[in-house]
């Protein structure tokens, strides 16, 4: 079936360094990806999103890079700050609102002092 | 202003029982979507209504049963809780349109079946 895996369940890194989460998707048909942020005892936050028609996106601090010919999505945040521990989230779905969305199994990032 | 709401945040409640959870977008979005959170955190899609209409029905037990009386409102009734209903749920909502199905979550509702 559909999955969207990510490559790993955690991630430390060093308080003003790069982070780099990786997701791989598995449905060639997936048209738009989406990043989220969890924090503890929080829903989920949109970050960043990207449709399949473009390889890479940047917001404030993020930048999210599409790869479809290996089904591969990564988001980087540059220079990662204490807030940015959380969960992250990517998540894939077609074009409609009937597509199913679905949503990888998530990578904690924590960050060292 | 909270722009998705949910009640109760947090719901312990005795195996068998039935419950209700209540989510309210103050965003005008057209769609509204459950999601069920697992203890390890793994987010799975249970329904979603647009414009007061089921659109996404996954593979969940005929127990949940979601009713939306306005495009607003979207609130999740389960029937018969069972031990393995215990998890987080999540509200959503998004606008969709040529541009994107970003959704916006609700705080989340914690409920702990006994």
């Known amino acids: 079936g559909e999955s969207v895996g990510l490559h790993l369940p955690t991630l430390s890194v060093q308080e003003g360094d790069n982070s780099i989460i990786n997701c791989a998707y598995s449905n060639s048909a997936s048209d738009y990806f989406i990043w989220y942020k969890q924090e503890s005892g929080k829903g989920p936050q949109f970050i960043i999103d990207?449709?399949?028609?473009?390889d890479k996106r940047q917001g404030q601090r993020v930048t999210v890079l599409l790869n479809k010919t290996v089904k591969h999505l990564s988001l980087q945040i540059a220079a990662t700050q204490p807030g940015d521990s959380a969960v992250y989230f990517c998540?894939?779905?077609?074009?409609?609102?009937?597509?199913?969305?679905?949503f990888g199994s998530g990578t904690r990032l924590s960050i060292r002092p | 202003d909270t722009a998705v709401s949910q009640t109760p945040k947090y719901l312990v409640t005795q195996m068998g029982n039935d419950k209700s959870i209540k989510c309210e977008q103050n965003l005008g979005h057209d769609t509204m979507y459950w999601y069920k959170q697992d203890s390890k955190k793994f987010l799975k899609i249970m329904f979603s209504?647009?414009?007061?209409?089921?659109?996404i029905n996954e593979t969940v037990p005929n127990r949940f049963s979601p009713k939306s009386p306005d495009k607003a409102h979207l609130n999740l009734h389960i029937n018969s809780l069972e031990l393995g209903d215990s998890a987080v749920y999540f509200c959503?909502?998004?606008?969709?349109?040529?541009?994107?199905?970003?959704?916006?979550f609700g705080p989340g509702t914690r409920l702990t079946v006994l």
């Open positions: 959503a909502s998004s606008q969709d349109g040529d541009l994107l199905r970003k959704q916006f």
């Open positions: 998540a894939a779905t077609g074009h409609s609102s009937a597509s199913k969305i679905i």
């Open positions: 990207i449709r399949s028609n473009m």
């Open positions: 209504y647009n414009n007061k209409e089921l659109i």
